[in-house]
């Protein structure tokens, strides 16, 4: 799940670099994310996990890094968190 996440991100943000270590990033506003990428981001997420994230959720304190974003997910019993 962390994997696919990372990749969903990846995808998102094309200001992070290959090599870069994404789990160490503590704002990835710093990359690109913005209220256009993150409805993008999110769409992708909830594809990816057969979701649907709930309005309460839908904050953008939630989705800053790799570790807010799973917090955020584990709500949603999605396997291998």
Same mark, same amino acid.
């Given at each position: 799940?962390? =994997? =696919? ?77």
């Amino acid at each position: 799940m962390k =994997e =696919e996440l990372i990749k969903i991100i990846r995808q998102n943000l094309s200001e992070i670099k290959e090599d870069e270590d994404i789990e160490q990033i503590e704002n990835l506003c710093d990359y690109g994310l913005t209220s256009v990428v993150l409805i993008s981001m999110i769409i992708n997420i909830e594809k990816a996990f057969n979701i649907e994230i709930k309005d309460e959720d839908l904050l953008f304190k939630n989705f800053l890094s790799v570790n807010t974003i799973m917090e955020t997910l584990k709500k949603y019993n999605i396997t291998n968190l």
